[in-house]
């Protein structure tokens, strides 16, 4: 007989299935009344009135508790967790999953045939979810419908097993989140103290300092790193609405500090009474606890404009990512003068290594190589220079740097010194502002410097801005100090690579007869001799002694465990009932303590994985005394879609037809070319609406202000307005960090009203984003685009060489924009 699903049967019945459906609901909505008013009678019944009456009452609730199913199994992470899961199978991100895809949530945990009977068809599926309350309008199941089912499942199979089964975190989001900010917090907070004790030690000497040397995080960070904190965190806020999240913080610690002052007051002869290490009066400072909390409370996430909240993450991203190198290599150093300590690399070992040198020659080829001499090239390459004092000189960079980045603007042939002057100036502007404290923080930072300057061989003009760095961060220096025997050049011997391309930047994104696949030709070359056998001895010991800690590690893990299992085995004889009771946790990482095993396992598999990787490189080097690499593709297409490998790397929205039809490059850099200038106009229309507004309100309050002095005697007028010269000195001079003696102001200098804040807050915010957009209007009427990027370390120097790269002949104008305004500033116009 063939199977015939519910729907089959009652439409060869003849029976109206809508009907019947409406049927069926009002049955189930007449037998849920009558639940609840059994419910009901229950809860306003007399109750038993004797002994054994109570004793049977008892006995009844009891057995009532065990058959019935208490409203939650699960508590409110795991509540967060089951709509992770239910988020990981809405596949079309409506908020609902279909019957398919909590088919697919079966299979993917293993049990394919739970609840066979109910999951037989989509019509009993719905039925099931119906009676659960967790179906939506459209028949799908609702984040709420999966936490019901969850919690029926719970006692069956656990929530956690079901999570790594789809290999997911067992962590909640929030808990997620809070350990992020917390590390990101802990992190900022111990590179200011490690800029303390620099400044201590410099100012006391190393020996003395060493007493007052701090090396754990002091649970406070200062309230101008807030942009880069919470960009750590992966937020991004402009100035104007961190003022207000911090507003708002602060005005939560003042409540708080309020409610503690007011229950020592009513508790004064208790011993209870606890000191907060949150001081709510230091306003400089942001204290991690309550900041954190602040952090998972319910605030208000502000949206920023996608311009320029790509502009404060690339600032945030810039500074970290320079704060990691120099850690990076500083660890690397210490290292180093470990292995030098135990006289592992000696002049003596490593002397006779440097003559074995190896040679790397690599191609790359994406077209016809005779046709990549007309566009875009680039060339890195390293040189020596003779003297690194003569070069620094030269390069017009201060004294005292022995490391220096030097990024240079290609001047145009027509630009006035003038207009030369200007972009100078608003550069300078806008590092000092927004780069100026961040990058004093990196480790041994010297300086900043822009200016302009004309190239000694070729005469051209740049604008020029460097970063500079103390002598300690020279190379040169470094291997000196370490005393190994050889120089930079003896372990780098030649370095050249060099990329060229038939199209410039103007004919790839400003001309629509270009079709990528046809007219696109690319040609890469690279040269490499190095010391071959001294790279592979210092690689080899570096990977030595990290199998030197793991096997520490492995060994300091087993005697815990020994341990552990000692006192185990003792609580099991002293409890045999209850084993696990009074069970004493040794070993264990705080910032582990929500992680589970097999996470951790999974962390180990990976450090595996990356030792192994460098295990085979360093055999590869060892093993390879010459190597040449040429890789040839027929165009474009060829490469990106040509291979399976490369195309799996490649994102969803990057098609073949993009690099097959005529201008597409040109159409889609026009349609993100208008969505920016439309930004930046925004961004100008919006300061001009906001101006206004704040002038019709500052006007609305000097009328006021003129009515009320109107009414006072010359006397009063005289106070008012020296009360008013005492709140805007006291303003300027904690702006400038000066603090002033309370009893000079008295009760004359009130703080700030909300308004006056929030004006004060939007005129700053205001005068950045005009700063901005002025500077890049200054460096496109003044440059090109840019010319050379050049890392010089001591006497040695990598330089970059571009041409073709004339990015401001592609991008929008906005000189317009401003008008005759253009140039001038708020403090040049009074």
């Given amino acids: 007989m063939k199977h015939e699903s519910i729907d089959q049967r009652v439409r060869n019945m003849g029976f109206d299935e809508t009907k019947l459906m409406n049927r069926r609901a009002t049955l189930i909505s007449l037998l849920r009344s009558l639940q609840k008013s059994l419910e009901q009678n229950d809860q306003i019944s007399d109750g038993p009135k004797s002994l054994a009456e109570t004793k049977a009452y008892d006995q009844e609730a009891g057995i009532k508790a065990m058959v019935r199913k208490p409203v939650s199994t699960i508590s409110h992470r795991g509540v967060q967790l089951a709509e992770e899961v239910h988020a990981k199978f809405d596949h079309g991100g409506r908020g609902s999953i279909s019957f398919k895809e909590f088919r697919g949530y079966l299979a993917a945990i293993g049990r394919p045939h739970e609840h066979k009977d109910m999951m037989e068809n989509e019509e009993s599926w719905q039925l099931f979810f119906d009676d659960l309350g967790g179906l939506d309008e459209e028949g799908r199941v609702t984040p709420y419908g999966m936490v019901k089912y969850r919690e029926l499942m719970e006692e069956e199979h656990g929530l956690e097993m079901d999570l790594l089964k789809l290999k997911m ?6 808990l997620t989140q809070w350990l992020t900010n917390k590390a990101c917090f802990d992190m900022v907070d111990f590179e200011d103290v490690v800029e303390e004790n620099k400044k201590l030690a410099r100012r006391l000497g190393k020996k003395k300092a060493e007493k007052e040397l701090k090396w754990e995080p002091l649970g406070k960070v200062g309230v101008d790193a807030l942009q880069q904190l919470m960009g750590d965190i992966g937020e991004t806020y402009t100035y104007e609405q961190l003022q207000v999240m911090l507003y708002v913080h602060q005005s939560f610690l003042d409540t708080m500090e309020q409610l503690r002052a007011r229950f020592a007051r009513r508790n004064e002869f208790s011993t209870d009474i606890q000191k907060s290490v949150i001081d709510a009066s230091n306003k400089t400072v942001l204290w991690r606890d309550g900041f954190l909390a602040f952090l998972m409370a319910r605030r208000e996430r502000p949206a920023v404009d996608k311009f320029e909240k790509f502009m404060i993450r690339s600032k945030t991203k810039m500074i970290r990512g320079m704060r990691e190198l120099g850690k990076l290599a500083g660890r690397v150093r210490k290292d180093v003068e470990k292995l030098v300590d135990r006289e592992i690399l000696t002049p003596r070992i490593l002397g006779g290594l440097k003559a074995d040198v190896g040679e790397f020659n690599g191609i790359f080829t994406i077209g016809d190589n005779e046709e990549v001499d007309e566009g875009m090239s680039a060339r890195l390459e390293f040189k020596t220079v003779e003297r690194a004092a003569t070069e620094f000189a030269a390069m017009k960079l201060p004294r005292g740097c022995g490391t220096a980045i030097v990024l240079d603007f290609l001047a145009r042939s027509d630009a006035s ?17 927004h ?6 923080k990196l480790p041994l930072f010297h300086s900043w410097k822009v200016y302009s300057h004309k190239g000694a061989e070729d005469g051209i003009d740049v604008i020029r801005l460097s970063l500079c760095f103390d002598r300690a961060s020279s190379i040169d220096y470094v291997l000196r100090e370490l005393d190994m025997g ?35 030709h690319f040609q890469a070359n690279t040269k490499l001799i190095y010391a071959r056998a001294l790279a592979v001895k210092i690689l080899d010991e570096f990977l030595l002694k990290a199998e030197e800690e793991k096997r520490f590690e492995e060994t300091l893990q087993a005697e815990i465990d020994t341990m552990q299992g000692a006192y185990d085995k003792r609580t099991e004889i002293s409890h045999p009932v209850h084993p696990e009771y009074g069970r004493i946790r040794i070993g264990v990482d705080v910032s582990n303590d929500t992680v589970t095993g097999k996470q951790l396992e999974t962390q180990k598999l990976a450090k595996e994985r990356k030792r192994r990787t460098m295990w085979r490189f360093v055999n590869f080097l060892r093993g390879a005394k010459s190597a040449a690499c040429e890789l040839t ?7 990106l879609f040509g291979s399976k490998l490369v195309r799996s790397y490649l994102p969803e929205w990057v098609q073949q037809s993009f690099f097959e039809e005529q201008g597409s490059s040109t159409v889609a850099w026009r349609k993100y070319s208008k969505l920016l200038r439309a930004h930046m106009l925004g961004m100008i229309e919006e300061v001009s609406r906001n101006e206004e507004q704040l002038k019709r309100e500052k006007e609305l309050e000097e009328q006021k202000e003129a009515e009320k002095l109107g009414g006072m005697s010359e006397l009063q007028r005289r106070r008012e307005q020296l009360a008013k010269d005492k709140k805007v000195l006291a303003l300027k001079l904690e702006s400038l960090g000066i603090k002033m003696d309370p009893n000079l102001l008295k009760k004359e200098v009130k703080e700030l ?23 890049y209007i200054a460096l496109q009427q003044c440059c090109i685009g840019v010319q050379a990027v050049t890392v010089l370390s001591g006497t040695n120097k990598f330089e970059l060489s571009l041409q073709g790269f004339d990015i401001f002949e592609i991008l929008p104008e906005l ?10 500033d708020e403090d040049e116009d009074g």
């Fill in 435 to 440: 780069f100026d404290r961040d990058l004093s």
């Fill in 417 to 433: 010194p003038r207009e030369q002057k200007e972009a100078v100036r608003r550069v300078s502007s806008l590092m000092k502002e």
């Fill in 633 to 639: 593709f027929k165009n474009i297409v060829d490469f």
């Fill in 486 to 520: 050889f120089s930079f050049v003896d372990l780098l011997t030649e370095f050249n690579a060099e990329v060229r391309c038939s199209l410039n930047i103007t004919d790839l994104l400003d001309s629509k007869r270009v079709t990528l696949e046809k007219d696109f």
């Fill in 753 to 775: 009203s909300p308004a006056e804040m929030r004006r004060s807050w939007w005129k700053t915010q205001s005068k950045s984003r005009m700063a901005f957009l002025k500077m």
């Fill in 169 to 174: 975190s067992v962590v909640p989001k929030d």
């Fill in 815 to 824: 000189e317009d924009a401003f008008g005759e305004d253009f140039g001038k």
